[in-house]
């Protein structure tokens, strides 16, 4: 979607942000209707800018959006003003590097100016439920892949197309789909049937669920596939949370 035809006022989270000037930002911002873009807020640094207590990561917001500028070489759009959307607050410990984590997978994954309603949507649910656990990070990375077009149809064998057997396991690899086992990370039949089940019905608690019933498995299996798609570049976000877990376990 052009940036002329983004929408006036939306929805939006705040994934990142850099300096622009001594007063100004430019914000990555998650939006419902647009994607993800990039928001000059000019202004944003100054001491009493009421934009300073509102454009904080991991809380929703409501943008307006004005005509795009120039910055940093690249076009941007300028934010005409922003307000708290309601919500949960900012998430504590863990949690918090949780949510972190979701923004640089939507960083280093989503291309910009390529909406996605849906995801937009189970990302607000996940940052409601980050202290649940594990099983939030699985099923948002599992919606992220498929949403993205990376995730096969967990139903059938890739190569084949023939259906996915609940008594048997399977393989998901990043280059050739839903597979025979070949190595020992392999997921259940009826583990795969649930999950496609969950994703086609568009219910985040049921794919939490799922999720729940056998994360290190699934963290495993996801794990390899991101790295894959992210062209076998660490996440920052999970370095820092191996580094602080260490000092604790110290």
């Not at 922003?82 to 939507?106: D, R, V």
């Not at 280059?175 to 039949?189: F, M, R, V, Y």
Request: one cysteine or more.
């Amino acid at each position: 979607m052009s940036a002329s035809r983004t929408p006036s006022v939306q929805p939006a989270y705040v994934l990142h942000q850099h300096d622009w000037s001594e007063s100004s930002l430019i914000l990555d911002l998650f939006t419902r209707e647009s994607g993800r873009i990039a928001v000059a807020a000019k202004g944003a640094k100054r001491p009493y800018s009421q934009l300073r207590a509102v454009l904080l990561p991991l809380q929703r917001i409501t943008v307006s959006l004005s005509r795009p500028a120039k910055a940093d070489g690249g076009e941007v759009q300028t934010l005409r003003s922003a307000e708290w959307g309601g919500g949960a607050t900012l998430p504590h410990g863990a949690a918090l590097f949780s949510g972190y984590y979701l923004n640089e997978l939507l960083l280093k994954l989503m291309a910009r100016h390529d909406p996605h309603p849906q995801l937009f949507d189970a990302y607000a649910d996940a940052l409601a439920h980050l202290a649940e656990g594990d099983a939030v990070l699985r099923a948002f990375e599992i919606k992220l892949l498929a949403e993205l077009g990376l995730l096969p149809d967990l139903s059938v064998v890739t190569p084949t197309q023939a259906p996915i057997d609940p008594a048997r396991r399977y393989q998901l690899s990043a280059e050739s789909g839903l597979i025979p086992p070949t190595g020992d990370a392999s997921l259940p039949g009826a583990l795969l049937i649930q999950i496609q089940a969950a994703l086609l019905h568009g219910s985040p608690s049921a794919l939490r669920q799922t999720c729940a019933a056998a994360p290190q498995i699934l963290k495993t299996t996801l794990r390899g596939l991101l790295h894959y798609h992210l062209g076998h570049q660490p996440l920052r976000t999970r370095a820092l949370m191996v580094d602080v877990q260490q000092l604790l376990d110290a």
